[in-house]
């Protein structure tokens, strides 16, 4: 039994390795080199676990997509009232700053997904749950009477997610010009005019 879990850490810490390589030298340019000696070893025992470069990206750009929704929908299934599910689903969904790893090679890997078909299926099934979470949020506020929307559900998720992607884009990017507060405040203000307000 101990083998099994052996390796199911060394996965773990070789798509965190990945993370941080990719975050030192932009996925267009990664080696399994690189990766390896984030990870301390040699690629030979990378190559144990995965077959390639390609696959251990496909894993990780998986254990990414499900760790950033998984955990958001969490957090939110946690609140009761609509309007500070909205306010932390905002706040959940925007990097934590310039050195966000996790995020910055999520969008890296979104230009991956012309080249590649899993890479592809992997960016919009985010997409799809990206828009599942903020419909779910809309529906209980409508629902609750708190939200009285100007837009069609649909039509405010696909915004709400169009704007956590393009700040968030800006924030991983190091534009000075944008940080979280700002992103953060503009989406609630956003939120507050298309009648879903937040709690603050």
Do not use: W
Request: net charge negative.
């Amino acid at each position: 039994m101990a083998r099994p879990k052996r390796q199911e850490a060394r996965r773990a810490a070789l798509i965190e390795a990945t993370y941080a390589a990719g975050r030192a030298h932009g996925l267009r340019s990664l080696s399994l080199t690189d990766v390896a000696e984030q990870a301390g070893l040699t690629r030979g025992a990378i190559l144990y676990y995965y077959e390639d470069l390609d696959a251990l990206l496909v894993e990780a750009h998986s254990a990414g997509v499900e760790r950033f929704c998984d955990d958001r929908d969490r957090l939110v299934a946690t609140i009761d009232d609509p309007r500070d599910r909205l306010g932390a689903a905002i706040d959940a969904g925007l990097p934590t700053g310039s050195d966000d790893a996790l995020m910055s090679l999520l969008y890296e890997f979104d230009v991956l997904a012309g080249n590649s078909e899993l890479h592809d299926e992997l960016v919009q099934g985010m997409y799809l749950r990206q828009l599942a979470t903020y419909r779910g949020i809309l529906a209980a506020g409508r629902e609750a009477g708190v939200f009285a929307p100007r837009l069609e559900d649909d039509e405010l998720a696909m915004t709400f997610v169009a704007l956590e992607d393009a700040y968030g884009l800006h924030i991983v990017g190091g534009n000075a010009l944008m940080t979280v507060d700002v992103a953060a405040a503009a989406m609630r203000a956003v939120a507050r005019d298309l009648g879903c307000p937040t709690s603050s």
